[in-house]
Nanobody, 122 residues
């Protein structure tokens, strides 16, 4: 599976962005897909995931209620709608995929996109 993330940019605090992750090679329909982020000097952290069984979505506590993950199986694309953005959301955002069910750890994901930078100004 090859993943291509896009949609990052510069936004003011309180604003919104939508990230996209397009997959090629194999369909998303049998993979859990997720978003991670990595801020400068920090470890990569889980943001949100979408399972392929039961279409369950799950979020980190820091983004719950502000971010929404969704996916379009026909387009083989997963989205992350980010609202009420905060300066601490500034990071490079990565999409990832795995056959595991609802994992949150980096090492549980087998496929990674190249990342897209989100900068939130105060």
């Amino acid at each position: 599976v090859q993943l291509q993330a896009s949609g990052g940019g510069l936004v003011q605090a309180g604003g919104s962005l939508r990230l996209s992750c397009a997959a090629s090679g194999r369909t998303f329909s049998t993979y859990t897909t997720a978003w991670f982020r990595q801020a400068p000097g920090k470890e990569r952290e889980f943001v949100s995931g979408h399972t392929w069984t039961g279409s369950i979505t799950y979020y980190s506590d820091s983004v719950k209620g502000r971010f929404t993950i969704s996916r379009d199986v026909a387009k083989n694309t997963v989205y992350l709608q980010m609202n009420s953005l905060l300066p601490e959301d500034t990071a490079v955002y990565y999409c990832a995929a795995t056959r595991a069910i609802a994992p949150r750890r980096v090492r549980e994901y087998d496929y990674w996109g190249q990342g897209t930078l989100v900068t939130v100004s105060s």
